[in-house]
């Protein structure tokens, strides 16, 4: 059998294929990245990454570089009940780095071919070969056959590369939507984040300052409202819904202006049990794609390329190192999604069986804010146990 051409090849550019090529490049890894995209726009993504991913970004040593680059530092959260510092309350001690998605998409993928990975931007691939030798397809009559010791599927939400490799998907429809835009001339600090529910609504506001005045606003409404929000002609009503959802926006709102697509999306979940077989090994939403009401996929598909990275590098058997990635996959993805699970049904729920939940919780959770676990800040790596859940709900 002829050795394959490449150590590793990507199906997306994104932060997870990045940071992976990045980090495998830089230790000699032979690394070939295909992009469909020749250049990267606002398709209203995920732009915050939580205290735990920041721990993740600095393990792979891309931090440093996105702080230069692109990010701006968010210290504080204010989630209706009074602000908190995640310099001084999260296990990683850092605050949130805030940027505008497709340029730090950019960045990362300059990166990627800095540290001596090969990039090709252009180019759509169309297949995938599992087995022995796996290989991806580029071109389906040409038939452009890319062969690699390792395939990673990195493209992103509904990724189509986890079915042609032949992945069972399973999902959890949430019966809410998230619109999202970008502003400009909004009246709020630009060293906090608002994450606000409003659970008589089965609402969550979102606002996330960035650098150079811009502030990416984020509205989470239930399904049963009938309408999405999107499109210019809708903005007027997305901050109505807003000041709604949470009274301080209608001043912060008063004179903001858009500078982007307003953009609406499906919340619900899908995951892939265990993300490698047969040579190929899922990433960042292709593995899992979660509820961006809580914030965590950009972490976790940092945390994915810095755990197949020192699987990579500690075996040289990558098929051992790809099912002791997915294992640790399982077990980070499984954490968070249990703990969104239950604040999706006491903070967001608005039917009268949660009401009668927070009845019990909130005076507890007033009393005592730790109650809430913070695997959302601070990472899945906390304990997980019904005592956990218990305390949440104010039964223990
Ligand atoms: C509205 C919204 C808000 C969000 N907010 C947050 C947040 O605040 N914090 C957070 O952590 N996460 C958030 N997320 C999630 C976050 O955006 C994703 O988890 C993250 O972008 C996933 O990165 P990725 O590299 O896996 O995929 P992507 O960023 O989607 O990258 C995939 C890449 O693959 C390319 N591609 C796709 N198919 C092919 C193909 N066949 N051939 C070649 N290239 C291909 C695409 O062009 C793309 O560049 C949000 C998501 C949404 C939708």
Request: include cysteine; hydrophobic fraction near 40%; glycine fraction near 10%.
């Amino acid at each position: 059998m002829a050795a394959p051409s490449y150590d590793i090849v990507t199906v997306g550019g994104g932060i997870a294929a990045s940071a992976l090529a990045i980090a495998m490049a830089g230790r000699g890894a032979k690394v070939l990245v295909l992009e469909r995209e020749r250049q990267f726009k606002d398709r209203v993504r995920g732009e915050a990454v939580v205290s735990w991913g920041a721990a993740e970004a600095s393990e792979l040593g891309v931090y440093g570089l996105l702080k230069e680059k692109c990010a701006h530092d968010v210290p504080y959260v204010e989630a209706g009940s009074g602000l908190r510092d995640l310099r001084e309350t999260t296990l990683s001690r850092l605050p949130l780095l805030s940027f505008p998605h497709q340029v730090m998409q950019e960045i990362l993928l300059a990166a990627a071919e800095n540290a001596g990975a090969e990039v090709r931007r252009g180019v759509s691939v169309e297949g995938i070969e599992c087995g022995a030798e796996p290989a991806v397809v580029v071109d389906r009559r040409s038939h452009e056959r890319i062969s690699a010791r390792l395939v990673v599927a990195a493209d992103g939400r509904g990724s189509p590369a986890r079915k042609w490799a032949g992945f069972q998907v399973c999902a959890q429809g949430n019966d809410y939507y998230m619109a999202g835009v970008m502003l400009t001339n909004v009246r709020a600090s630009t060293e906090t984040i608002y994450a606000v529910f409003n659970p008589q609504l089965g609402t969550w506001t979102g606002l996330i300052p960035q650098a150079g005045g811009r502030f990416r606003a984020y509205f989470v409404y239930p399904k049963t409202i009938g309408y999405r929000l999107q499109g210019e002609s809708m903005l007027g009503q997305f901050i109505r819904e807003c000041a709604k959802g949470y009274a301080p926006l209608a001043d912060y709102y008063a004179e903001a202006k858009s500078a982007g697509p307003l953009a609406s999306f499906d919340v619900s979940d899908d995951w892939v049990e265990h993300p490698y077989r047969d040579g190929v090994a899922l990433v960042g939403d292709a593995a899992a794609t979660t509820d961006p009401t809580y914030g965590q996929g950009l972490s976790f598909a940092l945390r994915a390329a810095r755990v197949l990275r020192d699987e990579l590098t500690n075996n040289s058997d990558w098929e051992a190192a790809g099912h002791r990635y997915a294992e640790q996959h399982q077990r980070s993805f499984h954490a968070c999604h249990t703990v969104e699970g239950w604040m999706r049904t006491l903070f967001q729920d608005p039917s009268p069986q949660a009401a009668e939940l927070r009845t019990k919780a909130m005076p507890r959770i007033a009393e005592d804010p730790r109650r809430v676990p913070d695997h959302i800040f601070s990472g899945p790596d906390l304990p997980l146990n019904e005592e956990t859940r218990a305390r949440l709900f104010g039964e223990s």
